[in-house]
């Protein structure tokens, strides 16, 4: 293996997870984030990602990891097509009952993820705007890198298509790390699924779309769902507490 791809893999593996997970628990520690952390937020992951994956492009094009290798060629648009449109549906279907389902059971809307989601999600329309680009820089980018680079890079390396959809889920997954266990778990299938995917239609189209569906639905329909639904526990908790004094 090159010496950049190696770097490149270390950097994917260790040191973007653990930058991401003490950047988390920073946000943890402080009671809300202002409107200009959030933008500080969205503007610094949208410029990293970009670079990484321009590096990604720079060192494949010099070492001749051609596109059609990374996904980038549609080799059968029809197919590349539906399985996108099918999978963004099943995607944005299972986001929206997710959250609705907590939306419903707001004693439910507790632990890391759900107080991160409130702090970092958009609460104002530049907000939104600025975040619709990080969520297009992040479905662009980090198919690129997993599904794109990562995912070919470990077919090589591994000689099977299996080794390539495992090691991509792997550090797909493992960039996740601040979401804890269940992230982990989640990211890891939702990495497996996307991967595999990939392979079969030879395109990073598919899980592009159903990763920004995914993100775009999750950034701008969950707050307020969220908060009302914490705001309707509260009035219940201030009401039980009456009722017992």
Same mark, same amino acid.
């Given at each position: 293996?090159?010496?950049?791809?190696?770097?490149?893999?270390?950097?994917?593996?260790?040191?973007?997870?653990?930058?991401?997970?003490?950047?988390?628990?920073?946000?943890?520690?402080?009671?809300?984030?202002?409107?200009?952390?959030?933008?500080?937020?969205?503007?610094?992951?949208?410029?990293?990602?970009?670079?990484?994956?321009?590096?990604?492009?720079?060192?494949?094009?010099?070492?001749?990891?051609?596109t059609?290798?990374?996904?980038?060629?549609? !080799?059968?648009?029809?197919?590349?097509?539906?399985?996108?449109?099918?999978?963004?549906?099943?995607?944005?279907?299972?986001?929206?009952?997710?959250?609705?389902?907590?939306?419903?059971?707001?004693?439910?809307?507790?632990?890391?993820?759900?107080?991160?989601?409130?702090?970092?999600?958009? !609460?104002?329309?530049?907000?939104?705007?600025?975040?619709?680009?990080?969520?297009v820089?992040?479905?662009?980018?980090?198919?690129?890198?997993?599904?794109?680079?990562? !995912?070919?890079?470990? !077919?090589?390396?591994?000689?099977?298509?299996?080794?390539?959809?495992?090691?991509?889920?792997?550090?797909?997954?493992?960039?996740? #790390?601040?979401?804890?266990?269940?992230?982990?778990?989640?990211?890891?299938?939702?990495?497996?699924?996307?991967?595999?995917?990939?392979?079969?239609?030879?395109?990073?189209?598919?899980?592009?779309?159903?990763?920004?569906?995914?993100?775009?639905?999750?950034?701008?329909?969950?707050?307020?769902? #969220?908060?009302?639904? #914490?705001?309707t526990? #509260?009035?219940?908790?201030?009401?039980?507490?009456?009722?017992?004094?």
């Amino acid at each position: 293996m090159h010496w950049d791809y190696a770097a490149i893999l270390l950097f994917l593996g260790a040191v973007a997870p653990l930058l991401g997970y003490f950047r988390v628990r920073r946000l943890m520690q402080i009671p809300s984030a202002t409107s200009m952390e959030r933008l500080a937020l969205y503007g610094s992951t949208i410029a990293m990602q970009w670079v990484l994956a321009g590096v990604i492009l720079w060192r494949t094009t010099a070492h001749r990891l051609g596109t059609k290798e990374l996904g980038l060629v549609v !080799q059968n648009a029809s197919r590349a097509a539906s399985v996108a449109v099918v999978l963004s549906l099943l995607v944005l279907a299972n986001q929206l009952f997710s959250i609705r389902r907590l939306a419903a059971n707001p004693r439910e809307i507790k632990g890391m993820i759900a107080e991160l989601a409130l702090k970092i999600f958009p !609460q104002n329309d530049v907000e939104r705007l600025v975040f619709v680009a990080l969520v297009v820089t992040v479905a662009i980018c980090e198919e690129l890198i997993y599904r794109g680079f990562v !995912q070919a890079l470990f !077919q090589r390396v591994g000689g099977s298509v299996i080794a390539g959809i495992i090691g991509s889920a792997i550090l797909f997954a493992a960039a996740h #790390l601040y979401q804890g266990r269940k992230g982990l778990a989640s990211t890891f299938a939702v990495g497996l699924i996307f991967a595999s995917v990939r392979w079969w239609t030879g395109s990073l189209l598919p899980s592009i779309c159903a990763h920004f569906a995914a993100d775009l639905v999750a950034g701008l329909y969950a707050p307020g769902r #969220l908060r009302a639904a #914490l705001a309707t526990r #509260l009035r219940e908790e201030e009401r039980a507490s009456g009722d017992v004094s």
